[in-house]
């Protein structure tokens, strides 16, 4: 299979106590945390093109533009789902977009590059 436009992916998942603002650190509050709704937009991107990445290969996320735009309490199940939009060399463009059982609690753009593993830790590790 070749990435292309218009695949998608979805990930979901339960909000516990341990992805709230307060316990993450991105707030005081006991509610879904930006960064976990962040996460999870990220894994819907690497759902959609989870069957497509050659061996060897893989993506990091480079780019994220979102807005959070309406508040989840402990308990309530959460879903990201992403639409590859572009494909521009080994860079992908994603509209994501996450709700939870109420409605839309987030949307924006996302863009990943594909890698090549090996090349990518080596140049990471000689950092040490």
């Known amino acids: 299979m070749e990435i292309a436009v218009g695949m998608t992916g979805s990930v979901s998942t339960s909000v516990e106590r341990e992805d709230t603002a307060l316990e993450v650190g991105s707030g005081s509050l006991l509610v879904y945390a930006t960064p976990c ?18 061996e060897g290969k893989s ?8 807005s959070h735009i309406s508040a989840t309490p402990v308990g309530m199940e959460v879903r990201a789902e992403a639409e590859l939009t572009a494909v521009e060399g080994n860079i992908l463009t994603f509209n994501v977009t996450a709700y939870d059982e109420a409605g839309k609690i987030g949307e924006g753009i996302h863009k990943r590059a594909i890698i090549n593993v090996q090349k990518f830790l080596e140049k990471t590790y000689a950092k040490i």
Do not use: F, K, R, T
């Open 37 to 54: 709704m962040v996460a999870l937009m990220e894994g819907a991107a690497c759902d959609a093109i989870e069957s497509a990445i050659p």
């Open 59 to 66: 993506s990091v996320g480079i780019e994220l533009h979102i």
